[in-house]
């Protein structure tokens, strides 16, 4: 049943890909409500599978790497609706849906919805992994928002100004955006880490050391405009490329922790 | 009755034609000549037009004292509403989903409602043709993309910056072009217009003129570390701005993106600054080339701006029918 929700939010992302892709092909770049609407349908379904799932397990559904994924992919969408109208940003829509629907169906194909065996509930646990999720979250936003940004300087540069290129939003505005995102995850991150020592539970040290990186990374990201004069266009590639390894890290904790017989 | 359209315009006249036919005011004198029960003028720069409503055929050569037969069109019944939609669309513009015309329109029917010319047959008509407008402007690219110089630099400087407003903008040398396209920005909200020419009195008069501030010449390349904006426009033979000239000034700024328009030939600006990061050169060439596709985008949409008149000449055309019209 709960995948059931799972597979009709996908289902919505992929006519949110769908139409985005029609859309282009008809130089016709005002996505607006439909998308919108298409994507805020799924976050609904999600929704549903999360609490349903939640209270099968009887806790937050974060305890294999398939609810891992689902998770994530509801964090993605959350932040989209709370940032993508408030900046503007609502082409990134556009860039979201494929990503989500990515995620979802690789979630949903793959053999990993193996149940495990957990210990009994544990808030700081439970608040240490969402607020890492939620993080993860901000930084695959901060990541779509990156690729917005290269786009539209890349066109800037070459002066090849494609009809997407209208409906783009300015790039002062794409970074602003990017730092805010950046600033977000960074702050839920740093609480989940910081949350993470207080669940009374032993730590695995590669499980530390793997977080400890993305978060110093991302804080060089942070910072590195006044440490290393990082452009805008730095920070936007920098973006991509930690999300893209948060996101193996994120993969290569849930694998080790599954090895442990509780987290 | 008859609903009809006569007139000429940039398709069948040239400016002096229409200059010739030009008039202002209403078409009330003219209805009360012709006998017709209403009567609307519409006089632009790129056409002259009387749209009448008579009880009885009214010849062209009434409405107008036609000495070029050529120049003129006439449109009748569900013609003429299909002629009006068009033109209030913006698909009969020299500028193809310019939309000034509609504003015009928006402007001889309210002439034409104070003086009495305008009746029901006429109300009935331009509602729709302000409907019409709307629903092309919105539901095709009709309007998007700047057509001519300065509006592509403004639209662009809104693509890197977003808000103008806090931006600064240094207008190197005092052509028409870089006037033009300094107004431009002044007109998005820009208040921090900088000018600099060879000759200070010059500077002067277009800094006051587009209500900017003169700097020194000797200097100008200094004022790269501040503004965003750089427009170039002088009659040097040779660039004064090079890549080796503006990379140091750019260490300072490395996370403000800077916008130059070269709108010099030849070239003030030479091509290789446009690999500095933070740059984004366009010369004249460029800017040209933007406005073309632009172009070339709107006039794509015009068949999706005509299937939506069709509908509405349709459904118009039946009501017209219905009245007896």
Same mark, same amino acid.
């Given at each position: 049943?709960?995948?059931?929700?799972?597979?009709?939010?996908?289902?919505?992302?992929?006519?949110?890909?769908?139409?985005?892709?029609?859309?282009?092909?008809?130089?016709?770049?005002?996505?607006?409500?439909?998308?919108? /609407?298409?994507?805020?349908?799924?976050?609904?379904?999600?929704?549903? /599978?999360?609490?349903?799932?939640?209270?099968?397990?009887?806790?937050?559904? $974060?305890?294999?790497?398939?609810?891992?994924?689902?998770?994530?992919?509801?964090? $993605?969408?959350?932040?989209?609706?709370?940032?993508?109208?408030?900046?503007?940003?609502?082409?990134?829509?556009?860039?979201?849906?494929?990503?989500?629907?990515?995620?979802?169906?690789?979630?949903?194909?793959?053999?990993?919805?193996?149940?495990?065996?957990?210990?009994?509930?544990?808030?700081?646990?439970?608040?240490?992994?969402?607020?890492?999720?939620?993080?993860?979250?901000?930084?695959?936003?901060?990541?779509?928002?990156?690729?917005?940004?290269?786009?539209?300087?890349?066109?800037?540069?070459?002066?090849?100004?494609?009809?997407?290129?209208?409906?783009?939003?300015?790039?002062?505005?794409?970074?602003?955006?990017?730092?805010?995102?950046?600033?977000?995850?960074?702050?839920?991150?740093?609480?989940?880490?910081?949350?993470?020592?207080?669940?009374?539970?032993?730590?695995?040290?590669?499980?530390?050391?793997?977080?400890?990186?993305?978060?110093?990374?991302?804080?060089?990201?942070?910072?590195?405009?006044?440490?290393?004069?990082?452009?805008?266009?730095?920070?936007?590639?920098?973006?991509?490329?930690?999300?893209?390894?948060?996101?193996?890290?994120?993969?290569?904790?849930?694998?080790?922790?599954?090895?442990?017989?509780?987290? | 009755?008859?609903?009809?359209?006569?007139?000429?315009?940039?398709?069948?006249?040239?400016?002096?034609?229409?200059?010739?036919?030009?008039?202002?005011?209403?078409?009330?004198?003219?209805?009360?000549?012709?006998?017709?029960?209403?009567?609307?003028?519409?006089?632009?720069?790129?056409?002259?037009?009387?749209?009448?409503?008579?009880?009885?055929?009214?010849?062209?050569?009434?409405?107008?004292?036609?000495?070029?037969?050529?120049?003129?069109?006439?449109?009748?019944? *569900?013609?003429?509403?299909?002629?009006?939609?068009?033109?209030?669309?913006?698909?009969?513009?020299?500028?193809?989903?310019?939309?000034?015309?509609?504003?015009?329109?928006?402007?001889?029917?309210?002439?034409?409602?104070?003086?009495?010319?305008?009746?029901?047959?006429?109300?009935?008509?331009?509602?729709?043709?302000?409907?019409?407008?709307?629903?092309?402007?919105?539901?095709? *690219?009709?309007?998007?993309?700047?057509?001519?110089?300065?509006?592509?630099?403004?639209?662009?400087?809104?693509?890197?910056?977003?808000?103008?407003?806090?931006?600064?903008?240094?207008?190197?040398?005092?052509?028409?072009?870089?006037?033009?396209?300094?107004?431009?920005?002044?007109?998005?909200?820009?208040?921090?217009?900088?000018?600099?020419?060879?000759?200070?009195?010059?500077? *002067?008069?277009?800094?006051?003129?587009?209500?900017?501030?003169?700097?020194?010449?000797?200097?100008?390349?200094?004022?790269?570390?501040?503004?965003?904006?750089?427009?170039?426009?002088?009659?040097?033979?040779?660039?004064?701005?090079?890549? *080796?000239?503006? =990379?140091?000034?750019?260490?300072?700024?490395?996370?403000?993106?800077?916008?130059?328009?070269?709108?010099?030939?030849?070239?003030?600006?030479?091509?290789?600054?446009?690999?500095?990061?933070?740059?984004?050169?366009?010369?004249?060439?460029?800017?040209?080339?933007? =406005?073309?596709?632009?172009?070339?985008?709107?006039?794509?949409?015009?068949?999706?701006?005509?299937?939506?008149?069709?509908?509405?000449?349709?459904?118009?055309?039946?009501?017209?029918?219905?009245?007896?019209?």
């Amino acid at each position: 049943m709960d995948r059931q929700f799972l597979i009709l939010a996908t289902a919505c992302f992929l006519v949110a890909v769908v139409r985005t892709l029609l859309a282009f092909r008809a130089r016709d770049f005002r996505l607006g409500r439909f998308n919108f /609407f298409a994507i805020a349908l799924g976050f609904v379904f999600q929704t549903a /599978f999360l609490a349903v799932r939640g209270h099968q397990v009887g806790r937050c559904p $974060i305890t294999n790497l398939f609810e891992v994924f689902a998770f994530l992919a509801w964090s $993605i969408v959350l932040i989209y609706m709370l940032v993508g109208p408030a900046y503007r940003l609502s082409l990134m829509g556009a860039f979201t849906a494929p990503l989500v629907f990515v995620i979802q169906i690789f979630a949903l194909l793959a053999p990993i919805d193996v149940p495990h065996q957990t210990s009994a509930a544990n808030p700081w646990l439970e608040f240490h992994a969402s607020m890492g999720m939620i993080a993860y979250g901000a930084f695959a936003l901060a990541c779509v928002a990156g690729l917005m940004y290269l786009v539209q300087e890349r066109q800037l540069k070459t002066r090849h100004l494609h009809s997407i290129f209208q409906h783009l939003p300015p790039l002062t505005d794409l970074h602003a955006a990017i730092m805010r995102l950046l600033w977000l995850g960074f702050v839920l991150y740093t609480a989940g880490l910081i949350s993470g020592f207080f669940t009374g539970q032993p730590l695995p040290r590669i499980k530390i050391i793997c977080a400890v990186i993305v978060w110093i990374f991302y804080a060089v990201i942070l910072q590195g405009r006044y440490l290393f004069r990082l452009t805008p266009k730095h920070v936007a590639a920098l973006c991509v490329v930690a999300f893209t390894a948060a996101v193996s890290v994120l993969w290569g904790i849930t694998f080790v922790s599954q090895q442990l017989p509780s987290s | 009755m008859n609903l009809f359209c006569v007139g000429l315009s940039h398709h069948t006249a040239n400016v002096e034609t229409r200059e010739r036919y030009a008039r202002n005011g209403t078409a009330s004198p003219l209805r009360e000549k012709i006998g017709c029960t209403e009567a609307l003028l519409l006089s632009t720069c790129n056409r002259v037009e009387v749209y009448g409503v008579c009880e009885r055929p009214v010849e062209s050569r009434a409405v107008f004292e036609i000495d070029d037969a050529a120049a003129f069109y006439r449109y009748e019944s *569900e013609e003429c509403v299909q002629h009006l939609f068009r033109v209030a669309s913006g698909l009969d513009s020299m500028v193809v989903g310019e939309t000034e015309v509609l504003g015009q329109v928006k402007q001889a029917y309210e002439a034409a409602r104070n003086s009495g010319g305008a009746g029901p047959f006429l109300h009935r008509l331009f509602q729709r043709a302000f409907r019409v407008a709307k629903q092309v402007r919105t539901q095709t *690219e009709i309007t998007r993309g700047a057509v001519s110089i300065g509006s592509v630099a403004v639209e662009l400087a809104g693509k890197i910056f977003g808000e103008l407003r806090e931006r600064k903008v240094l207008v190197v040398g005092a052509g028409d072009t870089s006037e033009r396209t300094a107004r431009a920005l002044a007109s998005r909200g820009v208040s921090d217009l900088r000018v600099t020419n060879r000759s200070s009195e010059r500077a *002067e008069t277009l800094a006051m003129s587009v209500g900017g501030r003169a700097v020194d010449f000797a200097h100008w390349e200094e004022q790269c570390r501040e503004v965003d904006i750089l427009i170039s426009s002088t009659a040097a033979d040779a660039p004064l701005l090079t890549r *080796e000239k503006l =990379a140091p000034l750019l260490r300072e700024r490395w996370d403000r993106p800077l916008f130059i328009i070269d709108i010099a030939v030849p070239r003030d600006v030479a091509p290789d600054v446009n690999e500095l990061e933070g740059v984004y050169l366009y010369d004249i060439d460029s800017l040209q080339s933007i =406005a073309d596709q632009s172009l070339a985008q709107r006039r794509e949409q015009i068949a999706a701006g005509e299937e939506i008149i069709a509908q509405h000449v349709a459904e118009f055309g039946g009501w017209l029918r219905g009245s007896r019209l």
